[in-house]
């Protein structure tokens, strides 16, 4: 299996690893740690046995059995792609592993040849829009009221990201 390692950072490395579909459980519990309404380890599992479904997992160097860092789940159908979620334990935020993650997604679909990759991003989610904005994606459109938050309601920024003249 094919794994990036991620250096440089406090505690013990992790490898980015593509997701294999006995992640899901992995996925879901992440995924209740990180989001407000969470999918179930049940929507995992169906879309990652789609066969335009595919991911990336950080999971930490030598210790498998640990829970995994972060991971990205996408969709790639003809030439178009997006980003369903990305998820990163809050105690290995601000380690690069959300670059990480997005950097191998990149990596594949520059492979698969796609044209372009789109996502949607809380408004008020800082350090998200600001690593999308590093990795060249530009706001394209809003989805107000998107986002149910503590205090009320968030929009949904959709970003995108052309991928043909990075070839």
């Known amino acids: 299996m094919m794994g990036f390692p991620l250096g440089n950072l406090r505690s013990r490395p992790f490898v980015i690893e593509p997701l294999a579909r006995t992640d899901s459980a992995h996925l879901a519990k992440l995924h209740r740690l990180t989001f407000s309404q969470p999918w179930s380890d049940e929507e995992f599992h169906a879309l990652m046995v789609e066969a335009n479904v595919f991911g990336f997992i950080a999971r930490e160097e030598g210790n498998l059995s640990a829970p995994p860092g972060g991971f990205v789940l996408a969709r790639l159908v003809l030439d178009e792609a997006e980003i369903l979620t990305v998820a990163v334990a809050p105690a290995s935020q601000r380690r690069g ?4 993650l997005m950097d191998a997604t990149l ?5 698969a040849r796609a044209d372009m990759l789109f996502l949607e991003v809380d408004e008020v989610n800082l350090p998200a829009l600001a690593l999308y904005r590093r990795l060249g994606f530009k706001q394209v459109g809003k989805r107000p009221g998107y986002y149910e938050t503590a205090d ?4 949904a920024l959709t970003m995108r990201r052309d991928l043909k003249q990075a070839r």
Do not use: K
């Open 97 to 100: 592993i959300g670059h990480a």
């Open 107 to 111: 990596r594949h679909l520059h492979n």
């Open 152 to 155: 009320g309601r968030s929009a």
